[in-house]
Structure formats: structure tokens, C-alpha cells
């Protein structure tokens, strides 16, 4: 039976080999080069075993970008073989006050369950509404890189009704009462995602739940939970590999530290949170196996995102919606306390008035390792106007922070040294892809775009054989999604 692990495992090893085959490329002859992609590219299909019968859809592009800075370039981008993949989505750039609100259902009862001073209690689902702003961009130290992050701020207040509740007898003689009554949870986590890639820096969750009920005909609300989660993931938790298509995947190895401030709660009955940081080396999968129609207005061409765990088992979905800029409906394994899962499913969409825009243009949008590239940032007020005379900042993982001054046409030219930095997220089409980000501190305003490093010829083919064991991947998820809801509650 084909193992994901495995594969996955084998993929991370065999970019490892691209990066040391990257240089080492250079000294051989173009005649021995090719003898060496052939043999080698006989033995990886036997090793890996990959079946002839695997199928992954390219298209022929005729896309490319228009650069309409104050050099007035206009460029196609394409890449080594001239077949570049149909991507379903791409790296959106939000404004500060962008606003979604979602159905929100909350199921608890696991968490209820494990533990001991709530045994016996049941749960019904949590429901009610919740928002997500954007609340402000910023910038903080990712790994000794100065990175700007946009600051969101996601809330939720939902009830549902709860069972055989243990709470305090109000004699206060010690002892409990077993009750049933209303649970409400407010919920608010603060992240802070990086601009390029919506990658997931470091967040805070406030979760409060209280019951309340009549206890011997006193009207009581007992506090269950009140505590603020932190955590910080190094590298960055990276769960969009911008530009996305059908059939993609890619790994992830990352160290998450979590910390937890308790707040208040009765002993007696409250949650067990723990007193010292915890530490955890995890390794996620990621995989899109469809494309489709969700019930919300604009997202007929939605792509359907996986998170799977070492044990390739579901930790997320989310179906992301270019129109939106945002996911439509997500579920999580985990949205608190490491045993609350959800579900949100978009309501409406509010997209700020934007006082400044700002758009990045690339000559080449997929470039090889170490070359230049020339870079346009165009700003524009609510107008449509060229804005003359703003300073700001350009950002590329790898390279420092440049900064621009525009000119009468409202564009500053930039011209870029790419580096051969590798992203966190390796797939089979290339070796990186980093966010090129423009950031006007004193407006909060910033642009972005995404830049495809390609990796070494080689790697390129152990890349592509990577990709068509993807398309066998994605075979076994749609199965998993059409019975995916039968290992849930809802």
C-alpha cells in the first residue's frame, strides 16, 4: 500500500541532494550532465517505485507579467520547459481592517472526556459566529531576519448546552454537585502571519468557558477555563505554499514552543493547564487533492488544502478561496486545548477601504539560483493617482531590506540579487518560492509577490517524479475526504 510517510520522507532527502547537486552541476560537462540524468533518473523511478500508471495535469501558459514602473518593462515569465502548472491560487495581499465573518461550531466533548475533574459531563456542539480582522502589519525578527507580518485577530463567542456538569455545592462544605446548564466559550487568537506566504509565525489564544445553571435554586456561572496560550513555531508554520495547484504537496519540519498563563477558574472543576513551556518537533504533510465549487458567492474555483500528521492522519482542511482572500470553510483537530475541534464556514466578507495601494511587479516571476532580477513598486492612492515621493521598504527572505523612494510616475525600480536561499515547504516544482514584499511603515500598507526559485536540472527531474506520486497521493485523499466525516462528530 503506498505510504505517504515514506514518500515524503524520501522527497525531503532527495532536495537535500538537489541543493548539494545545484553547485557541483557546474563542473561537469554538458555531455556527462546528461548521462548522469538519465542513470540517475532510471534508478530514483526503481527506488522510489513509482508505477507507470500516475497522472499529473500541466497545461501549456501563455501568462507572463506586465512591469509598468518607470522603466516601462514588460516581460513573460516561463519556466525551464516552457510547461508550467495550472495554478489554482496565488499569494493575496490583505489591507488592515479586511473583515470575514464565519458560522462557528465548536465540539468539545472530546476535551470533556480526558479530563478528570469534568468526568461524566457531556457536551452538545458550540455554536455561534466568528471574525476575523486584520488589525495591523508589523515587523518582527524570523530567525535573525527582520519580516513583516500582518497582526489578525480571530474571535468567537459560542454556547451550546452542557450535562451532568460537576460544579461546588454553594454550602461550600467541599463537596460537588452534578448539574446540567449553558456553556459559553469566548475565544481570541492573535497571529501573526508573514506577508509573502501567509506563513504562521507565533500566535496568543485567550479561551474562556463558563457554565452557568441553577444550583439549589441559585442562578450561578461557574468558570471552567480562563488561560492564554502562546506558541511560537521556528521555522514558520507554513500551511499555503503560494502559488498552489491540484496535485501539489509538500512537507514541513518544524519546532512549536507553547506556553501557557492561566487566569483564573474554581480548582475544584477546572480544566488542567500546563505549568511549564511545552516543546514539540512536529512534521506535517500537506497535500491539495481537488478543486471545486463552495457555497459562497465568487469561490466556484476554490482549492482544497490538507494538513496530515506523521501517523497521516487529518490535523486540518480548509477550502481556500481566491475571491475572498481567504479560506471559505475551514475544520481543525485543534483550534484549543489540544482536544477542541471546529468548524467555520463563511459568512460575508468586508474588504477595507484602501487609502494606498501598492503593486510589485517582477521581470521574471521564476528565475534560477543566484541570478538578478529587476523589481517595480508602483504605488497608488484611492484614486487610482500615482503617489510621488513615499518611502518604504522591500523584503526578500535571504537578501537585507532595501529601501525605495518613488518618482513622479509613483514606481521605484529596484534590481534584486535572488540568493539561493531553499523555502521550508520543498516541492516538485521548485526549489523555493519566497515572497517579494514592499511594506510603507507609517500606512500599514504593503504589496506583495511571489518568486520561484528553480533548482538544479536533476533535482528538477527527481522533483517531477516526486509530483506524479503526488497525483497517486491525491487519489487516496479523495477517499479520505468523501468518508472524512465519519471520523467526527459533525
Known sequence: M????SFLHSFHQLEQFDAVMAERCKLVTSSVLIAIIILFSVISSTTIGLGNNANILFIQSDGGSSNDGSGNNSSTNQGVGQNITNWTAYSPVWSVGDTWTYSATLDAQELVERENNLQGAVLDFLLGTATLVIQGVEEVDVAGEITPVYRTVTSAVVVGNGYDFPVPNPLNDGSLLSIDGVLTASYVNTEYLRVGDLALVKYDKHLVMEVTAEILGIGQTVEVANYIESGIHAPPLEYYDFPMSENESWNLVTNLTKTYTKIGTTDLISIDIPTEPEYYDQEWKFLINATGDVDFPGCEDSTLVWMLDEEDEAEEWRWWCPSVNQ?????????????????????????????????????NNSTPLNSEIDSWVNITDSNGQPVVNKSGFVYLRGIQRLSFVTDENGSAQLRIMVGNSMDNTPT???????????????????????????GSAIGGLLRLEANLLASEVSGIMSVQSNHFSESVRF
Open 2 to 5: 503506498f505510504n505517504l510517510h
Open 327 to 363: 479560506y471559505a470553510i475551514r475544520w481543525t483537530d485543534d483550534i484549543a486545548l489540544s482536544g477542541v475541534n471546529a468548524s467555520l464556514v463563511l459568512n460575508s466578507y468586508q474588504p477595507a477601504n484602501q487609502v494606498m495601494s501598492i503593486s510589485i511587479d517582477l521581470s
Open 428 to 454: 516538485a516544482q521548485d526549489w523555493g518560492t519566497h515572497g517579494v514584499v514592499a511594506y510603507l511603515h507609517s500606512d500599514q500598507t504593503v504589496g506583495s509577490a511571489t518568486l520561484t526559485l528553480e
